[in-house]
T-cell receptor
Framework: SAVISQKPSRDICQRGTSLTIQCQVD?????MFWYRQQPGQSLTLIAT?????????ESGFVIDKFPISRPNLTFSTLTVSNMSPEDSSIYLC??????????????FGPGTRLLVL | GENVEQHPSTLSVQEGDSAVIKCTYS??????FPWYKQELGKRPQLIID?????GEKKDQRIAVTLNKTAKHFSLHITETQPEDSAVYFC???????????FGSGTKLNVKP
């Protein structure tokens, strides 16, 4: 299995500022992803973090707003830029690990709870 | 892209009863279907999964069935216990299992 940690666990930010969330995996996962989860809602995929190249964004999410880096196989960052209250959410990273206990699956980080005032 | 629909949104059962959660998907190329359990304030945890070449899979009190023709899959929990209370998400994956699309979630409440 893979153990995934995120920093910070939570933050309160002022509108117009940016926050960078870090995701660290203890295994060399094949893929890393970033999701957003509004309270009481499902998980929405923001983007796939590609090692050494630009992330692949889902419809409705753009690089200028959510720049993502993945310098190596075990680390990724997501920046929420020029924040507004609508960005208040839980942001989760995940790692897809082939050959895990469930053969191939995604493991999730604990999430970063963001509140924008 | 893939569209996954899940129902019911909430489900309340008596301890010991069975619970069934159903999902449908739109893309026939989807080939991997995991189920996640998320307790309040915690991360989603994989509880069971099924591949498109299998019709049913069971793990103790939980089972998943898949109907590829109808493009739907279901989670079955038998002998429910209060600790089964959580939000359950289904997901579908195409492109070799990596990108997941999640259902809207089912909040299961098991009453003691």
């Amino acid at each position: 299995s893979a153990v995934i940690s995120q920093k910070p666990s939570r933050d309160i930010c002022q509108r117009g500022t940016s926050l960078t969330i870090q995701c660290q995996v203890d295994s060399q996962v094949t893929m890393m992803f970033w999701y957003r989860q509004q309270p009481g809602q499902s998980l929405t995929l923001i983007a796939t973090a590609n090692q050494g190249s630009e992330a692949t964004y889902e419809s409705g999410f753009v690089i200028d707003k959510f720049p993502i880096s993945r310098p190596n196989l075990t680390f990724s960052t997501l920046t929420v830029s020029n924040m507004s209250p609508e960005d208040s959410s839980i942001y989760l990273c995940s790692g897809y690990l082939a050959g895990g206990p469930k053969v191939e699956t995604q493991y999730f980080g604990p999430g970063t709870r963001l509140l924008v005032l | 892209g893939e569209n996954v629909e899940q129902h019911p949104s909430t489900l309340s059962v008596q301890e010991g009863d069975s619970a069934v959660i159903k999902c449908t998907y739109s893309d026939s190329a989807s080939n991997y279907f995991p189920w996640y359990k998320q307790e309040l304030g915690k991360r989603p945890q994989l509880i069971i999964d099924i591949r498109s070449n299998v019709g049913e899979k069971k793990d103790q009190r939980i089972a998943v069935t898949l109907n590829k023709t109808a493009k739907h899959f279901s989670l079955h929990i038998t002998e429910t216990q209060p600790e089964d209370s959580a939000v359950y998400f289904c997901a579908a994956s195409i492109n070799n299992f990596n990108k997941f699309y999640f259902g809207s979630g089912t909040k299961l409440n098991v009453k003691p």
